[in-house]
């Protein structure tokens, strides 16, 4: 039975989905400066809604007048869409602007958390696969498949159990999972985060309390934090800029730098 499924499966090796974790963190990072970019591309309403008809090769679709009864189904349901989507994100911007940008900003800031963290657990997971006694980090496994679907649910568990009140959960678990599981130390050189990299590790765990913040805590931090000289005083709303955000990327794209110089070498 067992081997049916495997039959059935794709079969991928780990050094592919070692890459392929690092790409999803890297142009999730990307993703957050695009969008960063695009929230300041326009101006007004009709603007956003005619660059969209452009991108699409419709301009025609935002000119008022022409009548819809000529439109093709496809046509009028792509404009009844875009139009209805243009609506909700000039609302959305003016509301962020009102708001000094801080929206946008907190959304960003949310963003770069997760795909950090979302980085750190698929890491671990390849590198646990790769250190059990079937595979090394070259050898292929089954998706899903028994050995890796365990290690999934073994890796998840220990994310939710690491750290406590007085040690950082991701730095506990960069620790344990990611350095201490590497199956080639020669070729990927991560250290602890008490040896390598600990202002980066500082302003990340800044960056976590600002979005649990954020998050839980009607965006006010409990203490003063501070990222590279910008205070954010406890109990007072949280004012993030586009700097703060620059320090974070910096600060967790360092943290993962060993793979990213091995994988370009590939």
């Known amino acids: 039975m067992s081997t049916d499924l495997h039959k059935s499966v794709e079969q991928v090796a780990l050094s592919l989905l070692l890459e392929n974790a690092y790409e999803d963190f890297e142009h999730n990072l990307f993703s957050v400066g695009t969008r960063f970019l695009l929230w300041g591309s326009f101006d007004s309403e009709s603007m956003l809604l005619g660059n969209y ?6 301009p025609e679709l935002n000119d008022q007048r022409r009548s819809d009864r000529n439109l093709s189904r496809e046509d009028y349901q792509l404009k009844v869409q875009a139009s209805l989507a243009a609506s909700e994100a000039w609302k959305y911007y003016e509301w962020s602007n009102k708001n000094n940008r801080q929206p946008i900003l907190r959304d960003c800031l949310i963003s770069y958390c997760s795909a950090f963290e979302n980085c750190l657990k698929n890491v671990a997971l390849v590198f646990k696969l790769a ?3 079937k595979f090394g980090i070259e050898d292929q496994v089954f998706v ?3 050995q890796f679907t365990k290690a999934l649910k073994d890796i998840n568990s220990e994310w939710e159990h690491a750290g406590d009140d007085k040690k950082f959960r991701q730095r506990v678990f960069y620790d344990t999972y990611v350095c201490e599981l590497n199956p080639i130390q020669r070729k990927y050189s991560f250290l602890k985060s008490d040896i390598k990299n600990q202002s980066e590790w500082e ?3 800044v960056a976590v309390k600002l979005r649990n913040a954020v998050i839980h805590q009607l965006g006010r931090c409990v203490t003063q934090e501070c990222i590279d000289g910008h ?3 406890a109990m007072q709303e949280i004012e993030l800029n586009g700097r703060d955000l620059e320090k974070i990327s910096t600060a967790i794209k360092k943290i993962m730098e ?7 070498q590939l």
């Open 144 to 146: 899903p498949g028994d």
């Open 131 to 133: 250190k059990s006694k």
């Open 258 to 264: 060993p793979l990213c110089f091995e994988l370009n």
């Open 231 to 233: 205070i954010f005083p």
């Open 53 to 58: 008809f452009k991108s699409k090769k419709k």
């Open 203 to 205: 302003t990340y765990e």
